[in-house]
């Protein structure tokens, strides 16, 4: 803990004095285009991945980048997304998954989860993603088979955010759109679903960087 006090210690010492005007602009509100939600791992930094600025992104983080589908019951995902696109009218989502993800690896291994009921019960969310991935990668073990449950857990999670009633509405009139991104630890490459493709390819090749 004494590296990350010293941290918030240098920040106001050193970086804030040098973004005055931008924290300054900041102090009066946010208005980000992106809502990005991701995973809750500590090797996953939105910020540094993505070279964002403060205010750029409204990030929501969870154990495996999670989107529950769209219910009566109110969870924190649920509100965070209704008020990025209800109130922020954020114009783009990404779900962005990661390699080596625990949360996957649970959702592949159910039955390791004793003792952590709530975690189980978050990752039958991915359920199907687990499914779907032994389907299309029938052969698959291990580490290709994790690769191919984080992708299909992607994809799976950009359809739960179409049941979300502003969601679907903002994807109906052409005001938001979607994105599917693993990212990769070793290699710190993005992979982005391409739909052409029906893959997961490097950004750099894919149409997300035109768009
Ligand atoms: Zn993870």
Redesign the pocket.
């Known amino acids: 803990m004494k590296k990350i006090v010293e941290g918030v210690l240098r920040f106001k010492e050193e970086v804030y004095p040098q973004r005055l005007g931008l924290f300054k602009e900041l102090s009066s509100g946010q208005s980000p285009e992106v809502l990005m939600i991701t ?3 500590s090797r ?1 930094d939105p910020g540094l991945i993505t070279q964002a600025e403060p205010g750029e992104l409204f990030i929501c983080r969870n ?3 999670i989107v529950p589908p769209y219910s009566q019951h109110t969870g924190g995902n649920t509100a965070s997304i209704e008020f990025a696109v209800g109130v922020l009218k954020i114009s783009e989502i990404v779900v962005c ?2 390699t080596d ?4 690896k649970g959702a592949m291994n159910p039955d390791g989860l004793d003792g952590l009921p709530h975690v189980c019960n978050w990752l039958s969310h991915s359920h199907a993603a687990v499914h779907v991935a032994k389907e299309k990668t029938p052969n698959a073990e291990g580490t290709e088979l994790l690769k191919s449950v984080t992708e299909q857990n992607v994809l799976l999670q950009l359809q739960h955010l179409k049941t979300h009633p502003l969601v679907a509405a903002g994807i109906a009139a052409g005001r938001i759109r979607l994105h599917g991104w693993v990212y990769d630890i070793e290699h710190g490459e993005v992979l982005a679903y391409d739909a052409a493709a029906d893959a997961f390819l490097p950004l750099a090749d894919t149409a997300e960087v035109a768009a």
Request: charged letters at 10%; hydrophobic letters at 40%.
């Open positions: 995973c809750a791992d996953v154990a495996g980048n998954g990661h993800c625990g949360a996957m």
